[in-house]
Structure formats: structure tokens, C-alpha cells
């Protein structure tokens, strides 16, 4: 499902085009064949996709590095199942999460991703295939742009998150690691568009050769998990797809008329092999986040190092150290934990958001400069200009320091407020 922050930015592109080109009206289903009301052509759509694919995957952990070979499998599956789609010539891309919150969603254009926290709940390829067939379904049949047209034409505005935080002191850094990759933020689409891509995941799957039972048997696992204490964790998941009864009975029926296929069992077993091995110390992390929720920090940080036991490449276990340590104030050891989650997932935005921070506390301005900077180019948020801001106007740089102030002046929320009283500040001075 497509992250709502994604679908908001997309949304209003989608309607300026419209408007500046002309092409509001109905375009044909890929899939269906059906007409529908679309905003955008679908070059645009590829675009729009391509453009956004590597932020949304920045706002919700990132890419999963402990184990590349997993990476490979999910997207040689994934490519199998694109192959034999309605729309074959979309650039897909798939991506496994380092998000513990089970779930899966696509971007226009065939960007699809799966978290981590999905996948130990699946058993076989099969079930694999009825995810990434349902999620290649969404983009071949173009759901998101529809939804998202739909929604601009009825006035109604699309759900507006943010990939950006509550703004967060130097003396407060506990909660802005967190914030930044946390759970998906995701766009409800219509039950028809849900069992339309059961349907035709379903086809999909039979085409690349797997046992369409696989949708089946993950719709039933879906109604049992989302029964009484079970459903916890799982709301992100449940909201855009919601399990039922009248859903598996739907997919038993399409079934039937299939023909058989291969659940690979084994293979998948194998495959995600690592993250069974990981789940104690997987485990023992989002028990230290549930605390820091309690204000236990004292509770979170020994459960932080009992996960780093666990599994030592894991960077996550250390920027949440890092978090913990700055919330103590211990600033020069919270930098060495930052030091260690870049060394361990160089590719993160906030790892070096959080160490320019920490770097601007201990007044390293240079180094700050640096890491503040790097972490734009990942992902490009009011905080880091923010504190570019602070950084340079520290350092007696007025133009440069006013000239970061403003970007993160025209956000939102507490960060856009203090940006707007140093753009005042350093504009009366002048």
C-alpha cells in the first residue's frame, strides 16, 4: 500500500498536472480493461514513483543490509510474478524493509516494498507471491492514481502525514531517531480495489507458477492474527488490507478455478533463515522502544544491549543507544554510538541527521556541517536545515544560517515555527 505522506506529495502533483495539461478524465484499467477517472498518464505516474520511491523507503528504516541474499530472493520472486503481469514493461523494483510493522505497499510505476516484520509471518513462497502479487496488481492496474484522483476530485484531500517529526531540542534527541523510520503511514484503497488485486494476484501467481492456495492460506493467517491481543502490531497492515471471512472465502473460490503450482516451502525457509536467527534480538528492540515510550530509559537501554549481543551488524540497535545515551546527556558517548549505526548503514538519513546533531552539541561544527549536509542528500527534511542553521549562525554565518532557516521556515509544526523567529531575528539584525 502507498505510504500516505507519499500519496499526499503525489496527490497534488498529480492535480497540478492535470490542471496545467489537460489530462483530467478516464483512462482504461490495465488490468480490468474498465474506464476510470485518472489525473495523470501514466509516464507521469512513472515518474512520480521513481521520484519518491527512495523517501518513503528513508522514512521507514530503510533498506534491510544484515542480509543481502534476502534482498535478492524477494526481488527475483517479485520479478518473476511482474513478468507475468498485465503491465510487464513497468520498471518494478521490490525492497525488503528494515520495519518491523508487518506490511507491504507499492508506489505508482512499480515500486513495491515488504517490511521485514511481514515476512517472519509467511511460510512459504507462495504466500510471498500472494503479497508481492496483490502489491503488482495495485501498480498494474494503476490503483493509487485512481484513488488518488478520486480523492483530489471530491475535495476530500488525502491523509497528510509527514516523513517530518515533532521538532526536538539538543537536550530531547530520544524520540527524533525513532520518529524517522518508524511505521508506515499508508492509504486505505476501496474493497473493490482490494479484491480486485486478490483476484488478479491470484492469476499472477498461477502464471509464475505457484500454488494459488498461497492467497488463501494468507488471508486465513490474516483473520486469526487480527483476533483479539493477536492484532497488536499489526494495525498498519490491517488498515489497508482488512482481513475477513467473505475475503477467504473470495480467494478459495478463485482457487478452485485455477490450476496447481509450488509452494517452495523449504526455500523460502532458507531464505529468511537470518531473520528467524534474529528474532530474540529483533524481539528485545521493540520491547527497549516500547519502554522509551514509557519514559524507562534506564530499562530501554539494557534491552538495547542485549539486542546489539544479539545481532552486532544490526545499526538500528545502536542509533537507538545513541538516542538513549543523548536523552541522558551523555553526548560524547551517544556520538560514538552514532559513529557506529553510519559505519553499519551508511545509506540512513537520520544516522547522520542524529550524529550532525550530536556533532552540533559538542560543538564540532565542522563535523556537524558535514553530517547535517549528508543527510539531506538521502533525505531532505526541515530538521536538518534546521539545525544547519544553528550550526552556521554559531559559527557567525549569518547569510548561510538565514538562508537554512528559511527552507525549514516554509514546513510545518514546531521546527517551521523556531525556523520563522531566527528568519525574523536574523532579518531585523540585518
Same mark, same amino acid.
Given at each position: 500500500?502507498?505510504?500516505?505522506?507519499?500519496?499526499?506529495? /503525489?496527490?497534488?502533483?498529480?492535480?497540478?498536472?492535470?490542471?496545467?495539461?489537460?489530462?483530467?478524465?478516464?483512462?482504461?484499467?490495465?488490468?480490468?480493461?474498465?474506464?476510470?477517472?485518472?489525473?495523470?498518464?501514466?509516464?507521469? @505516474?512513472?515518474?512520480?514513483? @521513481?521520484?519518491?520511491?527512495? !523517501?518513503?523507503?528513508?522514512?521507514?528504516?530503510?533498506? +534491510?543490509?544484515?542480509?543481502?541474499?534476502?534482498?535478492?530472493?524477494?526481488?527475483?520472486?517479485?520479478?518473476?510474478?511482474?513478468?507475468?503481469?498485465?503491465?510487464?514493461?513497468?520498471?518494478?523494483? %521490490?525492497?525488503?524493509?528494515?520495519?518491523?510493522?508487518?506490511?507491504?505497499?507499492?508506489?505508482?510505476?512499480? !515500486?513495491?516494498?515488504?517490511?521485514?516484520?511481514?515476512?517472519?509471518?509467511?511460510?512459504?513462497?507462495?504466500?510471498?507471491?500472494?503479497?508481492?502479487?496483490?502489491?503488482?496488481?495495485?501498480?498494474?492496474?494503476?490503483?493509487?492514481? =485512481?484513488?488518488?484522483?478520486?480523492?483530489?476530485?471530491?475535495?476530500?484531500?488525502?491523509?497528510?502525514?509527514?516523513?517530518?517529526?515533532?521538532?526536538?531540542?539538543?537536550?530531547?534527541?530520544?524520540?527524533?531517531?525513532?520518529?524517522?523510520?518508524?511505521?508506515?503511514?499508508?492509504?486505505?484503497?476501496?474493497?473493490?480495489?482490494?479484491?480486485?488485486?486478490?483476484?488478479?494476484?491470484?492469476?499472477?501467481?498461477?502464471?509464475?507458477?505457484?500454488?494459488?492456495?498461497?492467497?488463501?492460506?494468507?488471508?486465513?493467517?490474516?483473520?486469526?492474527?487480527?483476533?483479539?491481543?493477536?492484532?497488536?502490531?499489526?494495525?498498519?497492515?490491517?488498515?489497508?488490507?482488512?482481513?475477513?471471512?467473505?475475503?477467504?472465502?473470495?480467494?478459495?473460490?478463485?482457487?478452485?478455478?485455477?490450476?496447481?503450482?509450488?509452494?517452495?516451502?523449504? @526455500?523460502?525457509?532458507? #531464505?529468511?533463515?537470518?531473520?528467524?536467527?534474529?528474532?530474540?534480538?529483533?524481539?528485545? +528492540?521493540?520491547?527497549?522502544?516500547?519502554?522509551?515510550?514509557?519514559?524507562?530509559?534506564?530499562?530501554? /537501554?539494557?534491552?538495547?544491549?542485549?539486542?546489539?549481543?544479539?545481532?552486532?551488524?544490526?545499526?538500528?540497535? %545502536?542509533?537507538?543507544?545513541?538516542?538513549?545515551?543523548?536523552?541522558?546527556?551523555?553526548?560524547?558517548? #551517544?556520538?560514538?554510538?552514532?559513529?557506529?549505526?553510519?559505519?553499519?548503514?551508511?545509506? /540512513?538519513?537520520?544516522?547522520?541527521?542524529?550524529?550532525?546533531?550530536?556533532?552540533?552539541?559538542?560543538?564540532?561544527?565542522?563535523? =556537524?556541517?558535514?553530517?547535517?549536509?549528508?543527510?539531506?542528500?538521502?533525505?531532505?527534511?526541515?530538521?536538518?536545515?534546521?539545525?544547519?542553521?544553528?550550526?552556521?549562525? @554559531?559559527?557567525?554565518?549569518?547569510?548561510?544560517?538565514?538562508?537554512?532557516?528559511?527552507?525549514?521556515? !516554509?514546513?510545518?509544526?514546531?521546527?517551521?515555527?523556531?525556523?520563522?523567529?531566527?528568519?525574523?531575528?536574523?532579518?531585523?539584525?540585518?
Amino acid at each position: 500500500m502507498i505510504p500516505r505522506s507519499i500519496s499526499n506529495r /503525489l496527490g497534488a502533483l498529480a492535480l497540478t498536472a492535470a490542471v496545467t495539461t489537460g489530462l483530467a478524465g478516464c483512462a482504461v484499467n490495465p488490468v480490468t480493461g474498465k474506464k476510470e477517472l485518472s489525473l495523470m498518464s501514466q509516464s507521469q @505516474e512513472v515518474a512520480l514513483g @521513481e521520484q519518491q520511491y527512495p !523517501k518513503a523507503q528513508q522514512t521507514q528504516g530503510g533498506e +534491510y543490509l544484515i542480509d543481502p541474499s534476502l534482498q535478492r530472493y524477494v526481488s527475483d520472486v517479485g520479478q518473476k510474478l511482474a513478468r507475468v503481469s498485465d503491465q510487464p514493461s513497468l520498471p518494478y523494483e %521490490f525492497v525488503v524493509l528494515n520495519n518491523g510493522t508487518p506490511n507491504a505497499w507499492a508506489l505508482p510505476g512499480g !515500486k513495491i516494498a515488504i517490511n521485514r516484520g511481514l515476512l517472519v509471518l509467511l511460510e512459504d513462497e507462495a504466500e510471498l507471491a500472494a503479497v508481492l502479487g496483490h502489491e503488482i496488481v495495485h501498480a498494474a492496474a494503476r490503483h493509487s492514481a =485512481a484513488a488518488m484522483s478520486q480523492q483530489q476530485i471530491l475535495g476530500a484531500g488525502l491523509a497528510i502525514l509527514g516523513a517530518t517529526t515533532q521538532d526536538t531540542a539538543y537536550g530531547d534527541l530520544i524520540s527524533l531517531g525513532s520518529q524517522f523510520g518508524g511505521s508506515a503511514y499508508i492509504a486505505k484503497y476501496g474493497r473493490d480495489n482490494e479484491l480486485e488485486s486478490d483476484r488478479y494476484g491470484m492469476k499472477y501467481m498461477v502464471a509464475a507458477g505457484y500454488d494459488p492456495y498461497g492467497a488463501v492460506r494468507l488471508q486465513k493467517k490474516f483473520v486469526e492474527l487480527s483476533k483479539g491481543k493477536q492484532a497488536g502490531g499489526l494495525e498498519a497492515l490491517f488498515a489497508s488490507h482488512p482481513p475477513s471471512q467473505a475475503r477467504v472465502d473470495a480467494n478459495i473460490q478463485h482457487a478452485k478455478k485455477l490450476g496447481g503450482g509450488v509452494t517452495r516451502r523449504s @526455500e523460502y525457509q532458507r #531464505a529468511i533463515a537470518q531473520l528467524k536467527r534474529d528474532a530474540d534480538a529483533y524481539k528485545k +528492540y521493540d520491547e527497549a522502544v516500547a519502554a522509551v515510550k514509557k519514559k524507562a530509559y534506564d530499562q530501554a /537501554l539494557a534491552l538495547t544491549r542485549e539486542a546489539q549481543k544479539r545481532q552486532p551488524k544490526e545499526a538500528a540497535f %545502536f542509533a537507538l543507544e545513541g538516542d538513549l545515551l543523548a536523552q541522558k546527556k551523555q553526548y560524547q558517548s #551517544a556520538l560514538q554510538s552514532y559513529e557506529t549505526a553510519v559505519q553499519k548503514n551508511p545509506s /540512513l538519513f537520520s544516522n547522520w541527521l542524529m550524529r550532525g546533531l550530536l556533532n552540533a552539541q559538542l560543538k564540532n561544527y565542522t563535523a =556537524a556541517e558535514r553530517d547535517l549536509q549528508r543527510s539531506t542528500r538521502y533525505l531532505d527534511t526541515p530538521h536538518a536545515h534546521y539545525y544547519l542553521g544553528q550550526v552556521y549562525e @554559531e559559527q557567525g554565518n549569518t547569510k548561510s544560517a538565514l538562508s537554512h532557516y528559511q527552507i525549514a521556515a !516554509k514546513s510545518s509544526g514546531d521546527i517551521a515555527s523556531k525556523a520563522q523567529a531566527r528568519v525574523q531575528a536574523l532579518s531585523n539584525k540585518g
